[in-house]
């Protein structure tokens, strides 16, 4: 055996341990790839993972494990390896693929190499906790990519969803006779066009619809109102369920913690997590967006609303 | 008889190819990790503006695209005019998107420091389309859309075409950029286009309250 430690496992366990991991890994991140255009990862899983390497050096250090000859020769490449493992990681889930296996191998290989070459009986349970670090930091990178607080994004998406109901408004009062805005069911009986930004905007009809909903649409709750003589119109967006949104932190497994949190609190459905929202928007003739905090989901008025600040 | 490579030479190789291979993974990574060789092109962007009484509201399309064999990672910034008078967008969403500026996927953004950007991966050959919406509040009328940092990508935009829509109520008081139409049907909206378009300043525009037709000075 090189590198002069006592061996636990013959090198044939050692090859079948390291072809699990990689199986496991394999189906992790698999499993993981999202849907998403480029996600970067948040802070605390990057971070997990940029940990992997002082954690294989103490690792290292503490076990008295040593590299072998062939080892240092390649250290360089290994290095420079890793390090772009690194770089990819840090761009996001479109490229961290393969560098996640990188380092996955790396670590796994470094902790069983820590049980095989290090010495006494602490050997064992160093290498454990080099080869569960890795796991721990590969998956809180991996949740990182895909699991984080919705709200943020519903809320742009409810403001995108108001200016083109707007923007559909001011078409219906243009190409009517009287001047007069529409409620959501004339504008699609009419065919107005619903500058929609989502859903390629093949349907438009369906489009119309999906505001009509009352279970709410991506964490929003829509509501469109003229008045009796047609001359103003308000809309509002308010979120199904309250909840404030997390910015993340860099504290490693924090990623973790959202995602058994929001899951435990949704009752372990991962579909109900999409129904969130923090702010109230609201938009009226005028074209102007107000936003407000309310602490809690409610019907608005527009008197209500106008009160409210400005978007900005 | 094939041309045989020299002994020593292949010794030689062997021997040092941890360093070549560590000279190929540097030229790796200088090319993926920094913007040495821009090779992905910036070359059509379309902006519409809203001007809302104290709002200005933003949409923007950009087309890049990667003429090189590699593929390209970019990371972008997302720059906002800001100043006194005008205050950093809260809301603002990045997302590939359509040529006619449906959305496709979310683009996710980093906020470092208040800085926000965003990292997009290009194919080799692949060219992509990015929506950027975003809520800017004005205490002034008067606004600016950024076009100057399409000098940091060394070449002309092919073609921009530049949208301004007035709510009722306002009128355009002076741009720099002179709006060569109006839209037919539609009152309060200029836009003006350029091709091989290098900008030298950014787009500046300022707005007052119309003047209702009946004291506008003409004869009654």
């Known amino acids: ?312 | 008889m094939l041309p045989t490579v020299p002994a020593g030479l292949r010794k030689r190789t062997r021997r040092n190819a941890d360093l070549l291979l560590a000279l190929v993974l540097i030229g790796l990574a200088i090319y993926t990790g920094c913007n040495v060789f821009p090779q992905v092109h910036f070359d059509r962007e379309r902006i519409e503006v809203w001007v809302v009484p104290r709002q200005i509201q933003v949409t923007g399309l950009y087309h890049y695209s990667n003429p090189s064999r590699l593929p390209a990672l970019l990371s972008l910034g997302l720059p906002f005019p800001v100043d006194a008078e005008h205050l950093r967008p809260s809301t603002y969403s990045i997302a590939t998107a359509t040529a006619d500026g449906h959305v496709v996927a979310p683009i996710r953004p980093t906020e470092r420091h208040g800085e926000v950007g965003f990292r997009m991966f290009l194919r080799p050959h692949e060219d992509k389309w990015v929506r950027v919406d975003y809520v800017q509040g004005a205490s002034v009328s008067r606004g600016t859309y950024i076009l100057t940092t399409t000098r940091k990508w060394h070449r002309p935009l092919e073609r921009g075409d530049y949208v301004l829509h007035l709510s009722a109520g306002l009128e355009l008081a002076s741009t720099n950029y002179h709006p060569e139409a109006t839209v037919k049907g539609e009152k309060n909206t200029y836009l003006f286009s350029r091709t091989d378009f290098y900008p030298s300043e950014d787009w500046n525009f300022a707005w007052r309250e119309a003047v209702p037709a009946s004291s506008a000075g003409g004869r009654p």
């Open chain 1, 1 to 312: 055996m090189a590198g002069g430690g006592p061996s636990v496992f013959g090198r044939g366990q050692a090859m079948k341990l390291r072809r699990r991991a990689g199986l496991i890994f394999l189906m992790v991140t698999l499993g993981v790839l999202p849907a998403w255009a480029n996600n970067p990862p948040q802070p605390d899983g990057l971070f997990s993972l940029i940990l992997i390497f002082p954690v294989v050096i103490i690792g290292f250090r503490l076990a008295g494990a040593s590299y072998t000859q062939g080892e240092r020769k390649w250290r360089i490449l290994r290095g420079l390896l890793l390090g772009l493992s690194v770089i990819f990681a840090m761009a996001g889930s479109e490229t961290a693929g393969l560098p996640m296996v990188f380092l996955l191998i790396f670590g796994c290989m470094r902790g069983v190499q820590i049980i095989m070459r290090g010495h006494g009986a602490k050997r064992i349970a160093i290498g454990l906790v080099v080869c569960l670090w890795t796991l721990f930091a590969v998956t809180d990178y991996g949740v990182s990519l895909t699991v984080w607080s919705p709200v943020r994004v519903h809320q742009e998406m409810a403001v995108m969803k108001l200016r083109a109901l707007a923007k559909a408004e001011e078409t219906y009062s243009r190409n009517s006779v009287s001047r007069r805005y529409g409620t959501i069911e004339q504008l699609r009986d009419t065919g107005t066009p619903l500058d929609f930004p989502w859903g390629g905007g093949s349907d438009k009809g369906r489009a119309y619809d999906v505001f009509l909903n009352d279970k709410g649409w991506s964490g929003y709750r829509y509501g469109v109102s003229v008045d009796s003589l047609g001359e103003k119109f308000f809309i509002s967006a308010v979120p199904v369920a309250y909840e404030k949104d997390v910015r993340p932190l860099v504290i490693p497994g924090t990623s973790w913690l959202y995602a058994l949190r929001s899951r435990s609190a949704q009752n372990n459905s991962w579909k109900q997590d999409s129904e969130v929202g923090q702010r109230c928007f609201a938009i009226d003739e005028t074209g102007v967006i107000r936003a407000a905090d309310l602490g809690t989901t409610r019907a608005v008025t527009h008197d209500e609303a106008e009160e409210w600040k400005p978007l900005q």
